[in-house]
């Protein structure tokens, strides 16, 4: 598995690379913007292992983002959803230009 996504930059100037870290950042930067919706966090573990947000990149330099969220109670689940999506791929496109990405959300609890 790549740990980064090369793209040229759309001034024909060069190359740059993403990483999945990055992707990561602004995937939980843009979850944390919707109103309604936390990340995930497991308050139960001594070391926490799991992440909320899981970013795999495919050699095709496809990226594939996982994010686990918490919604208040109350919420409604499907139009929460759907503005995390489009948040984060609003602000992947503009902060990394153009990177093909899939965004699957899992609710994992309602409080």
Known sequence: MKDYIALDNYTGLGTM??????LASIASKAT???AGASLSKRESRLFQISRPVKVALSHEGKAEIKIEVNLKKGAKVQDICLKIQQEVASQI???CEIVPIEI?????RVA
């Open 32 to 34: 944390a913007s919707v």
């Open 93 to 95: 496109a503009m902060m």
């Open 17 to 22: 690379g993403i990483s999945r870290r990055v």
């Open 104 to 108: 699957k959300i899992k609710v994992a």
